[in-house]
């Protein structure tokens, strides 16, 4: 692309000093040497984190070309063109400064003698660190590569050189040479060396600028091995991120919550499996049964684990629902270490929708070719709110994640590399592993082994993870497993298991729901359908209310379908409400919970009755984990009905159809109770099947193609833009906003008021293949889908037409 004339009367810029890098705040806009300064510095706060985990212990020059490019990356911020644009209503100049920083790369390279590889890469990563190389953006709305804005058709020296002006004959030169001087030998003198001599006749920058960024393209035009590639693309993101990081002023916290020796902080003496993962060193597979520690055994291993590792780890904890996560992170928080001077211990939340914004839009530069004109200083502030956002969900050193939000890294580029990046050098811990189809379980084996590759170490919790899943986790990676059950007996005998053939609406299963509310018992109640779960509490929730009518909390309802905001207070009053029993406490509590699946993950809760839709085995055993929790109820192992579904939706037939022979064949033994030993025992018999078997093949599949299409890093600067939306469709989900919300969400996002964390409590979780029933529409400058239907704050959200059966 030409540069555009430039009009107007040309600021003096007496000295370096006047020189810019951004165009906040408005009124003392950033130096530029201060940034870069900035930027230099916070490279080293990441290497103090990661060091030399992994694969990087391959590249001892790595953090070496992360400082140089640091120090480098915005030295063609010095052009007239870019300096006009970032002065209050600028306007925008239409070239690229990353370009223009090639030339210093190329002049100070020979004064300080870097060998060839340490100059291409030091290149590559500031030309590359707000564009591809390579590789034109799809549907048209994506960022153009820098091969696509420089190529035989550029004309050099007007856009980087002498930039004609409006008026024929008054042209403006880009970089005066006085100031050029200033800025090599304040670069020069940071690195250490004196200012390299250009002698008369030498190239130009423009002619510096396209020599080298040329040379890029021919270098990584063509595919390269995969440790190359690799390690090309956290070199980026360690840029990327740094860049981020001074930006917004944000430095990486030290303090990690979790303190060596937790497991001599619990108030009561561990369990033997949680002194086992406590011990262990490396990879980790831990089963054990519903409410005997498994979280605080993750911590355990966790704790044990960043004594022997380089740097300062960070512990990433995921859970398979985002609507989970905030349910874990207050668990944490409040449990852990807070810094010092602090009340509570910061946890990060990476955040579906709101975080993928917050990455595009703190990575936005202040070259962009119209952004700026209309709206200068809305444009500014909203970026320096998302960098100042996106920061926030990098700089904890623990934090709670989804998969789907981890694996986005995978689609590297500049936005994304930095999410690749700081998963070196880290602890993953996952918990509830069961719970993912072929599809996700297998991306996530997928991932343990580029984890191991980076350093990181991985530890999985279940109460149910079948053999086959063990199998596939350890054949996934490099280094050994740990394996380690919970003895039998870990838990008491806690329920007495009833198989029902008629549906959980019939009229003698309606009778029964009822009597038990009467009597004053606890009742859970969980379907497989947002809408069956809806219409059931609509039945149901008046004679709760009539058995306890002093109680606002006597009948409660939990989906995935919630707003956020809405579904972390329902969380809160649940918690509050049913928490598990004490010791002693022998009262009946009274109260009706219907749910859906959501209610299997990270909730504490303890009913004294349970009625449950079948489903496949890991479902229902964590169904059964939320009723009588400890064995504590006063009347012994409680009654826990699984009544047959009348159709498979939201799981696989070949899924429930294994589950629930498996549950009837236990019944027929003259089974009445669901202890470790049957939980075991219904795996063995559900995956030893035909369905068994096609999960299994299913599985490896799906790794090894995640593997080779996302984490085979071969052209590590070709745009990968399309990546995002082919991971998001993989994942099947996505976060729409309900068109009431439009006007607070643009508030909160957009506004200098707002947060935009906070807008992400107004979002609802869908499935991609559910979006069409609610009238989808992409709103282009919120980022987010807006959709019909109704919404109320008790029922959730329901489709404005036709019922829908689908989770």
Request: hydrophobic share 40%; proline share 6%; net charge neutral.
């Amino acid at each position: 692309m030409a540069a555009g004339s430039l009009t107007g009367p040309v600021p003096r810029r007496g000295s370096l000093d006047d020189i810019r890098a951004k165009s906040t705040p408005v009124e003392d806009r950033e130096r530029l040497t201060t940034h870069s300064r900035t930027v230099h510095a916070t490279v080293a706060q990441i290497e103090d984190r990661i060091q030399h985990a992994g694969i990087l212990a391959t590249a001892p020059g790595f953090w070496s070309w992360v400082r140089r490019a640091a120090l480098l990356h915005d030295a063609g911020k010095i052009t007239e063109g870019f300096q006009r644009q970032v002065e209050p209503g600028g306007t925008p100049w239409g070239e690229r400064h990353e370009v223009l920083s090639l030339a210093y790369v190329d002049l100070l390279s020979g004064a300080c003698s870097w060998n060839d590889e340490d100059r291409v890469m030091v290149a590559t990563l500031v030309a590359t660190h707000h564009r591809a190389l390579h590789g034109a953006p799809t549907g048209g709305g994506g960022k153009p590569a820098l091969s696509q804005q420089y190529n035989t058709s550029t004309k050099w020296e007007e856009a980087f050189g002498t930039t004609p002006g409006a008026v024929p004959g008054e042209g403006v030169v880009q970089v005066p040479r006085f100031l050029h001087r200033e800025l090599l030998a304040w670069l020069a003198g940071f690195l250490g060396v004196d200012p390299p001599k250009t002698a008369p006749g030498s190239s130009s920058l423009a002619q510096r600028s396209q020599k080298l960024l040329e040379l890029l393209f021919e270098t990584w035009r063509h595919p390269v091995k995969p440790h190359q590639g690799l390690l090309a693309v956290l070199a980026q993101g360690a840029l990327t991120l740094a860049d981020h990081a001074g930006s917004a002023h944000q430095s990486l916290q030290t303090h990690m919550p979790l303190s060596p020796g937790y497991l001599t902080r619990l108030p009561y003496e561990p369990y033997p499996h949680q002194h086992q993962a406590a011990d262990t060193h490396g990879h980790l597979v831990l089963v054990a049964p519903t409410g005997s520690g498994k979280t605080e055994a993750g911590l355990a291993w966790a704790a044990e684990q960043l004594r022997l590792m380089p740097g300062r780890p960070r512990v990433v904890w995921t859970l398979p629902y985002r609507a989970s996560l905030n349910a874990i992170r207050r668990r944490l928080a409040a449990d852990l270490v807070p810094a010092p001077g602090e009340r509570r211990a910061d946890i990060g939340l990476l955040h579906g929708t709101v975080a993928q914004t917050l990455l595009a839009e703190s990575h936005d530069d202040d070259c962009a070719t119209g952004a700026l004109r209309g709206e200068p200083t809305a444009a500014q502030a909203r970026k320096a709110r998302a960098q100042a956002g996106a920061m926030r969900l990098f700089s904890q050193r623990l934090r709670v994640s989804t998969p789907h939000q981890l694996l986005s890294g995978s689609i590297a580029g500049p936005t994304y590399s930095s999410v690749l990046l700081e998963q070196a050098n880290t602890l993953f811990v996952l918990d509830e592993l069961h719970a993912y189809e072929p599809d996700t379980f297998g991306r996530l084996c997928a991932a343990m082994r580029l984890w191991e590759r980076l350093g990181s170490r991985f530890a999985v919790l279940s109460a149910t993870l079948a053999d086959v899943m063990t199998r596939i986790i350890q054949e996934s990676v490099e280094h050994p497993v740990t394996v380690h059950r919970a003895p039998h007996g870990t838990s008491p005998v806690r329920h007495r298991l009833i198989l029902d053939e008629s549906p959980i609406t019939a009229a003698p299963s309606i009778i029964r729901l009822r009597s038990w509310l009467a009597e004053g018992h606890s009742v859970l109640v969980v379907v497989n359908s947002v809408a069956g779960a809806q219409t059931l509490f609509e039945d149901l929730a008046d004679d709760a209310r009539a058995a306890l009518p002093d109680d606002p909390y006597a009948a409660m309802l939990l989906h995935s379908r919630f707003k956020n905001g809405d579904r972390d207070a329902i969380e809160k009053a649940l918690l509050k409400r049913h928490p598990e029993r004490r010791p002693g406490e022998n009262a009946r509590r009274g109260g009706l919970v219907v749910a859906t699946q959501a209610v299997e993950v990270s909730l504490q809760l303890d009913f004294d009755r349970g009625a449950v839709e079948s489903a496949p085995v890991e479902a229902v055993a964590q169904r059964a984990g939320r009723v009588n929790r400890r064995g504590l109820h006063p009347d012994g192992p409680a009654e826990f009905r699984v009544h047959r579904a009348d159709r498979p939706l939201p799981y696989e037939a070949g899924a429930m159809d294994a589950a629930w022979s498996a549950l009837t064949a236990l019944s027929a033994k003259g089974a009445t109770t669901l202890s470790e030993q049957d939980i075991d025992e219904l795996l063995d018999q559900a995956y030893d099947t035909e369905w068994g078997r096609k999960w299994e093949a299913e599985t490896r599949r799906q790794r090894d193609e995640f593997t080779a299409h996302f984490l085979t890093f071969t052209d590590p600067f070709h745009d990968r833009s399309e990546f995002a939306r082919e991971l998001s469709e993989k994942f099947d989900t996505v976060e729409v906003l309900h068109r009431d919300d439009e006007e607070e969400y643009r508030k909160l996002t957009r506004e200098k008021t707002g947060d935009p964390l906070l807008a992400a409590r107004l979002l609802i979780p869908l499935r991609y293949r559910q979006l069409a029933m609610y009238n989808p529409e992409f709103n282009q400058h919120l980022k987010v889908r807006l959709i019909d239907g109704e919404y109320d704050h008790r029922l959730g959200l329901r489709p404005p037409a036709a019922r829908e059966t689908i989770l």
